[in-house]
């Protein structure tokens, strides 16, 4: 497996990057603040107010570092990499394949098979964690039901039927996700998931974590030659990464909701780290930002065992282990794609 | 004898190399755009900086060295650069030299011909552009530091002239071979990309799936 390089997040809003030889140079108010070689990087995510130089992107660019610009709320705003790699046959492959109901519905199954069973795991390993001192009934049926869920999955299945099963299985999820909220109840209390707005601190805080893991999604795709842009699940809209949606479906549970969770119970993030606006909008503050990024940098480098390569990886590698296996599966030399499921 | 006659049929002459070593390996760099650099790669390019310099030529006694020299076969449908061509002054001749090619490789000699057969490939291009015949040739290892003679026999021309019309006809058929894990993996740059553990016949998703079902109807 590949060797998992730093990605470097910019939260300060005066930060300015620019290159010095070959390294990357942070300039704050002129001064400079840090400097890495840039061959310690895969990426480069800026919360971006200033941005950076011209020269830094050529840079990067050339080494295949892939830089991301982001609003200080964490939208997507412009990615900057160099040629597509990889081979135009494999792209070819899979638009084919996205251009067949049939085909799309098999290759999305697979996602919310992997979804599924990972929101399932975060609910078990709560039951388990504190089962005997909460009223765990709710989660343990929510459980049962999603285990249900997937295997309705396993067979000759359309692509509506597949978010039929999807959409459900989040709502009931989502149902009992408060259950797993075990301090700062005050602050964090949710109902039911949204988005544009964030209408509470917790779906704030989910929000901020799956734009951090769409970009790692989106690379990873970007790096085994496959087009972010063109989905099975998610359909093509302009402007939407509908692949890079459709791979993350299977590590939001593990990567994000989990981490949110912990993140709470452990009081890293407060209810002081959120701002609700006039309009009912949540904002996350800079602190809050900063003590996410922290706690997804530290779990990114955590091993886990890969279920299926059964070999042990960095957690951050699991976007790009799928991402090859799902490369592997649409050129044919894997009989199925493999979802990651976290046991 | 089939000739390759249109420029986009050509494929890349330092490609073989690859080909010779693993079919997978040439179809992940050459066809599939795929490439890692790793330790060995980026030394090798290091050392190739040095011999890749157009401009270069130097003249010692009687030989004259030239670098990076653009090379093509139509019999082979190959193309690239020769690391550096001897012109050899012939005695009592102004004009007339004998060639050598030489190709610089970082590491040591190899257990297999991949090293011969890229020697060999660009011996054949530069017989068929200036119309003469090579009867050996030297690869320079950088480990080594030493020059080894290699002969151009009909065995190698042979075996030159086999990989090369495989690796058009895998490229024309966009052939990914499927991955054949063995001890060559351990030195392969592409090892990360290539995924060789697939090739187990245990690794088969449908099987790792159907664990999965087991486990959600147990529930």
Redesign the interface.
């Known amino acids: 497996m590949r060797k998992m390089l730093n990605v470097l997040y910019v939260t300060n809003p005066e930060a300015y990057l620019v290159k010095d030889g070959e390294n990357l140079v942070v300039r704050i108010q002129d001064q400079e603040a840090f400097r890495t070689p840039i061959h310690y990087l895969e990426g480069i995510v800026t919360f971006g107010y200033m941005g950076a130089s011209p020269a830094l992107l050529g840079m990067c660019v050339e080494k295949g570092v892939t830089v991301s610009f982001l609003t200080a709320s964490g939208k997507h705003q412009a990615t900057v990499h160099g040629s597509p790699k990889g081979n135009v046959l494999l792209r070819r492959k899979q638009y084919r394949l996205a251009d067949s109901d049939h085909d799309s519905a098999q290759i999305a199954s697979m996602f919310i098979i992997g979804k599924l069973a990972n929101c399932r795991t975060v609910l078990r390993r709560f039951i388990s964690d504190y089962g005997e001192k909460v009223d765990a009934a709710q989660v343990v049926n929510v459980s049962k039901i999603l285990a249900r869920n997937v295997l309705r999955v396993n067979k000759e299945i359309h692509l509506d039927e597949v978010r039929g099963i999807e959409g459900e299985s989040a709502r009931e999820y989502f149902s009992v996700l408060n259950h797993l909220i075990v301090a700062q109840k005050e602050y964090f209390y949710i109902q039911g998931r949204n988005r544009r707005p964030p209408l509470d601190n917790f779906n704030a805080l989910l929000s901020f974590l799956y734009s951090l893991l769409l970009h790692e999604a989106r690379a990873a795709l970007e790096t085994v030659g496959l087009d972010p842009y063109v989905g099975f699940l998610h359909r093509d809209r302009p402007g939407r990464v509908g692949l890079a949606l459709d791979l993350m479906e299977e590590f939001r549970p593990y990567m994000a909701d989990r981490l949110a969770l912990s993140l709470i119970n452990r009081r890293q993030v407060t209810g002081d780290g959120f701002i609700k606006k006039e309009s009912g909008g949540v904002v996350m503050k800079d602190t809050a930002r900063k003590a996410v990024i922290e706690a997804w940098q530290k779990r990114k480098r955590e091993e886990i065992t890969h279920p299926f390569l059964n070999k042990k990886i960095p957690a951050g590698l699991l976007p790009y282990a799928q991402a090859l296996l799902l490369a592997r599966h649409l050129r044919g030399d894997l009989d199925r794609y493999p979802p990651f499921v976290w046991k | 004898m089939k000739k390759y006659d249109q420029e986009e049929d050509l494929l890349s002459l330092s490609g073989i190399q690859h080909f010779a070593f693993c079919e997978r390996q040439w179809a992940l760099i050459h066809?599939?755009?795929?490439w890692?650099d790793n330790v060995r790669t980026v030394e090798g390019k290091i050392l190739h900086q040095r011999a890749d310099d157009p401009y270069f030529t130097e003249v010692r006694g009687d030989v004259k060295t030239i670098r990076s020299v653009p090379l093509v076969s139509k019999t082979l449908g190959l193309y690239g650069v020769a690391d550096v061509i001897e012109l050899h002054k012939l005695p009592k001749s102004k004009t007339n030299h004998s060639y050598s090619i030489v190709e610089y490789k970082r590491g040591k000699p190899k257990p297999d011909d991949r090293d011969e057969v890229q020697l060999c490939a660009q011996a054949i291009c530069l017989e068929e552009m200036l119309d003469i015949q090579l009867e050996y040739g030297y690869l320079y290892y950088g480990e080594t530091k030493r020059r080894h003679k290699v002969q151009f026999d009909d065995f190698l021309r042979g075996r030159v002239k086999e990989l090369a019309d495989k690796m058009h006809q895998n490229f024309a058929r966009?052939i990914?071979p499927?991955?054949v894990k063995d001890k060559r993996c351990k030195n392969c740059s592409m090892a990360?990309?290539c995924?060789p553990?697939?090739a187990k016949g245990n690794?088969?998703?449908?099987k790792?799936?159907t664990g999965?079902?087991d486990e959600?109807?147990n529930?």
Do not use: C, H, R, S
């Open positions: 066809v599939e755009n795929q890692v966009g990914t499927l991955p990360g990309i995924v553990d697939l690794k088969k998703a449908e790792y799936l999965l079902f959600m109807a529930e």
